[in-house]
């Protein structure tokens, strides 16, 4: 039989498809979120970085511009090519020229030095007090007509810039030039901006070139940086890009671009779960309102187990019981719902089944038993008209022995049968009226012999009075007489567990299947003339009083006969019946 779901198991079911697409639409959703997200926020750092270059080599560009406007000053100009006249003031002309270095150079948003050198004269002219009029200069160094960093002296560790233009162009040393123009800048200016795009941004940016030399932040991860700086200087850079870098067991999502105008990375990197905080916020929020949808579905569907299919349940328990016969079945439950009037019309419904079925099982007894005595006289005295009539003929071929024989067992027969207030018996005693009988059969047939073999526990079983001789006595009457070969009759009893079996077979010439099973299927039909009222009625006296199981079958015998077989529980088992039926009559 299929298994049928209940209400319960259909509404959990059906909470859970309605869960199971929301969740996975969302987890498509997020997740194409995300890679949008994520890529947007990628491009925007990107870009922003890029951006922040863009300005920083702009400013340096400007800065880049000082000693191509200082070679054009027609006051340096005058300065350069009077250097050696005699009637030149010179001390007036470096002051002026000192002034417009320093006016220039704190123009400049940046902090920055503008120095003038003339090898002729080793004359050095500066904004810096520090440098101006200094003998230290490398005069023998080459010229750095690029941007290039170095720490000075003096400078305590923190490095700068410099840049510088000559006269003539195509020098290559110091000394050999007329004229130097220099223009340097303090990393210090770089280190600020940095600090302002970390404020801003909340990431950590600094500066690295191609010789893994770095310019920090004020306030940078230096393990982190240098991490990264070993992972970025070992492979070939575009001029921009991002990547991705495992340090320490977390994901940073690091981007670059290059300067145009210095030749160093600008770097920046932000762990990758930062970036996408907002998106795992939204999903940590999604998954705790499905938890709380979930939780309210199993609170709804605990509110509606306890009262919907609890009561069905006990419903559903109770008529199996009274199904199975038990008519003492009673709901037992206080639903506090509508079940309640359900369950109280049930047990009321119930109650009136149990009395006029216990009525009708009653009046059913009763009719057997009077169908029983009926059986009763009518079999005797037929049966008795033949034993009369063999002791007549023994008598006249004076054969005493048979007459005192046949007087005995017929004595024996009748006394028994004619106790008609006592119905249940042991099954000693059924025996022993069957042996009385077949002796009695064994005087008419000769050749009649049959074998009786019962286990004593079994003999003092109870039974109903006459189940027994009606089988024999139909073995008799359509075997061993249809037959001249057929003269056995063979009784044998077996035990189990929890079952008795008496089982009577002849050697007689038995039926066909078609006849055999129209036998059996008319034992549980109403009795009728198509088949014996001792048969009938044996196999429904064994059902009524012993339960599901008992009763009477029919089976082929081996010998070509015919086997009946009587089934009844043992004794032990009638004792754990239902109590409804321990009370029937």
């Not at 670059?256 to 990197?269: A, E, F, I």
């Not at 009748?414 to 042996?435: A, G, M, S």
Request: hydrophobic residues 40%; contains cysteine; proline residues 4%.
């Amino acid at each position: 039989m299929p298994y049928k779901l209940n209400i319960f198991s259909k509404i959990l079911i059906l909470l859970v498809l309605l869960l199971i697409p929301i969740v996975l639409l969302y987890s498509y959703t997020n997740r194409i979120t995300n890679n949008v997200v994520q890529d947007q926020i990628q491009s925007s750092n990107l870009n922003q970085l890029s951006f922040f270059m863009h300005q920083l080599d702009a400013d340096v560009e400007r800065l880049a511009m000082s000693p191509v406007i200082l070679g054009s000053d027609p006051y340096v100009r005058e300065y350069i090519d009077k250097n050696d006249s005699p009637d030149y003031d010179m001390l007036k002309e470096q002051s002026r020229i000192i002034q417009k270095l320093s006016l220039q150079s704190v123009s400049s948003g940046w902090v920055n030095e503008l120095t003038i050198a003339i090898p002729k004269g080793k004359q050095v002219l500066s904004s810096s007090i520090f440098v101006n009029g200094t003998d230290a200069w490398p005069w023998h160094r080459p010229i750095q007509r690029t941007w290039t960093y170095e720490i000075r002296e003096g400078d305590k560790g923190v490095g700068s810039f410099i840049r510088e233009v000559s006269e003539p162009i195509r020098a290559q040393i110091v000394d050999q030039t007329n004229v130097l123009y220099q223009v340097r800048f303090s990393v210090q200016n770089m280190v600020q901006l940095l600090d302002v795009y970390k404020k801003d941004k909340r990431s950590d940016p600094f500066l690295v070139d191609d010789a893994q030399s770095l310019i920090l932040n004020s306030s940078s991860n230096s393990s982190i940086t240098t991490s990264i700086r070993e992972q970025l200087t070992g492979s070939t850079l575009p001029l921009s890009g991002q990547m991705q870098i495992k340090i320490d067991k977390q994901q940073y999502l690091v981007s670059y671009v290059k300067s145009t105008q210095l030749n160093w990375y600008l770097v920046d990197y932000v762990p990758v779960q930062k970036i996408l905080s907002p998106i795992t916020m939204t999903r940590k929020l999604f998954y705790i309102s499905i938890g709380l949808l979930l939780m309210l579905s199993v609170l709804a569907s605990f509110i509606l187990y306890r009262n919907v299919q609890i009561p069905i349940g006990k419903m559903i328990q109770s008529v199996q019981k009274v199904k199975r016969g038990d008519l003492s079945a009673r709901i037992d439950y206080k639903a506090k719902n509508e079940f309640d009037f359900l369950i109280q019309r049930f047990n009321e419904m119930a109650t009136q089944i149990q009395v006029l079925v216990e009525d009708v099982y009653a009046e059913k007894i009763r009719s057997r038993e009077a169908t029983l005595k009926q059986l009763q006289s009518q079999i005797h005295p037929h049966f008795l008209y033949n034993s009369l009539f063999f002791i007549i003929n023994s008598a006249e071929m004076d054969d005493k022995e048979s007459v005192v024989a046949m007087s005995q067992n017929l004595a024996e027969f009748y006394r028994y049968t004619t106790r008609v207030e006592k119905q249940v018996v042991r099954l000693q005693e059924e025996v022993n009226f069957v042996i009385h009988y077949l002796n009695i059969q064994q005087l008419r047939i000769h050749r009649l012999v049959y074998d009786i073999c019962m286990p004593d526990d079994m003999l003092n079983e109870s039974v109903p009075r006459l189940i027994l001789q009606p089988l024999v006595e139909n073995a008799i009457i359509h075997g061993i007489e249809r037959s001249m070969e057929s003269d056995r009759i063979t009784i044998k009893g077996e035990q189990d567990g929890d079952w008795n079996r008496v089982i009577v077979e002849d050697n007689g010439p038995g039926l066909n299947q078609e006849q055999f099973t129209q036998l059996s299927k008319q034992l549980e039909q109403p009795m009728s003339d198509d088949i014996g009222c001792g048969t009938w009625n044996i196999h429904h006296r064994l059902f009524y009083q012993f339960g599901e199981g008992s009763g009477l079958t029919f089976q082929l015998g081996e010998d070509g006969g015919m086997k009946a077989v009587l089934t009844w529980k043992r004794e032990k088992q009638q004792e754990a019946l239902p109590a409804a039926q321990e009370r029937r009559p």
